[in-house]
């Protein structure tokens, strides 16, 4: 399933418009973006570290400290902006009344199905879920870059979904102009209870980043140093010799 693109990175573009509140229950639940927009992607470059050598004697036993990189077969990364509006709709779509969001707060999922069940969406839980996660991703519970690894702790800003406040999911944090850190962009991994051990049960998000809108700049800097609003980790099968793309549904959630 999917291809060995591994944490390479896309610029996605999202223009949202999420449905009113003339039914509530629909107003709760995060929507699917209006446009998506694929933008460059990059990978990966093994042509960026040169070949090195070591001299050889005869007779002689050498000591040897070896660093080395390998890029990930289990990860995709997305990053990107988004805009749009909130609006009062009703069922057919007709505006009543809307305001636009200049710089945008909330939240931005990926899941492998079209339709989740939002209202059945919460924290994964990894004494259950960590060996349906491996396998669905190919991934070997003792490899480096598997899930427990990677959404290694839990303190993500608490966030709202289908109108429940969701606390203490797995997370983990994207790192920012190529620098490791822990308190921008956190990534928090959610399942959907009505199709766990399904393939399409994970739900990954991300919180919007709005820090100051003061500034001239509300977003933040992303892993290669441009602004952005979001960065997102999606897991991805590309071990051995799949090759085969992976296909995410993008959703978002606007804060009013």
């Given at each position: 399933m999917k291809t060995p693109q591994i944490v390479s990175v896309l610029f996605v573009?999202?223009?949202?418009?999420?449905?009113g509140a003339m039914y509530a229950f629909a107003a709760a639940d995060p929507t699917a973006p209006t446009t998506l927009t694929k933008g460059a992607t990059s990978t990966?470059?093994?042509?960026?570290?040169?070949?090195?050598n070591i001299s050889a004697l005869a007779g002689d036993i050498s000591a040897v400290t070896i660093v080395g990189i390998s890029q990930t077969r289990a990860w995709q990364g997305y990053y990107g902006n988004v805009s749009g509006y909130i609006t009062l709709d009703?069922?057919?779509?007709?505006?009543?009344?809307?305001?636009?969001?200049?710089e945008p707060r909330g939240?931005?999922?990926?899941?492998?199905?079209?339709?989740p069940t939002w209202a059945s969406v919460d924290c994964a839980v990894w004494a259950a879920d960590a060996a349906d996660f491996h396998t669905t991703y190919g991934i070997?519970?003792?490899d480096y870059d598997n899930v427990t690894n990677t959404y290694n702790v839990t303190n993500h800003p608490d966030f709202q979904i289908a109108s429940r406040t969701v606390t203490t999911c797995p997370t983990t944090y994207i790192w920012q102009s190529d620098v490791y850190q822990a308190a921008n962009f956190p990534n928090f991994l959610l399942q959907d209870s009505t199709k766990v051990a399904a393939v399409d049960s994970w739900v990954f998000g991300t919180i919007m980043e709005?820090?100051?809108?003061?500034?001239?700049?509300?977003?933040?800097?992303?892993?290669?140093?441009q602004y952005c609003d979001f960065q997102l980790l999606v897991a991805e099968d590309g071990h051995g010799t799949d090759v085969d793309v992976t296909q995410y549904y993008f959703w978002v959630d606007f804060v009013g």
């Amino acid at each position: 399933m999917k291809t060995p693109q591994i944490v390479s990175v896309l610029f996605v573009s999202i223009i949202v418009m999420l449905l009113g509140a003339m039914y509530a229950f629909a107003a709760a639940d995060p929507t699917a973006p209006t446009t998506l927009t694929k933008g460059a992607t990059s990978t990966f470059d093994p042509d960026n570290y040169a070949a090195v050598n070591i001299s050889a004697l005869a007779g002689d036993i050498s000591a040897v400290t070896i660093v080395g990189i390998s890029q990930t077969r289990a990860w995709q990364g997305y990053y990107g902006n988004v805009s749009g509006y909130i609006t009062l709709d009703d069922a057919d779509n007709n505006t009543f009344y809307n305001w636009s969001v200049a710089e945008p707060r909330g939240q931005v999922y990926a899941t492998l199905s079209n339709s989740p069940t939002w209202a059945s969406v919460d924290c994964a839980v990894w004494a259950a879920d960590a060996a349906d996660f491996h396998t669905t991703y190919g991934i070997n519970a003792g490899d480096y870059d598997n899930v427990t690894n990677t959404y290694n702790v839990t303190n993500h800003p608490d966030f709202q979904i289908a109108s429940r406040t969701v606390t203490t999911c797995p997370t983990t944090y994207i790192w920012q102009s190529d620098v490791y850190q822990a308190a921008n962009f956190p990534n928090f991994l959610l399942q959907d209870s009505t199709k766990v051990a399904a393939v399409d049960s994970w739900v990954f998000g991300t919180i919007m980043e709005d820090k100051d809108p003061a500034e001239k700049f509300d977003d933040l800097l992303c892993y290669n140093g441009q602004y952005c609003d979001f960065q997102l980790l999606v897991a991805e099968d590309g071990h051995g010799t799949d090759v085969d793309v992976t296909q995410y549904y993008f959703w978002v959630d606007f804060v009013g």
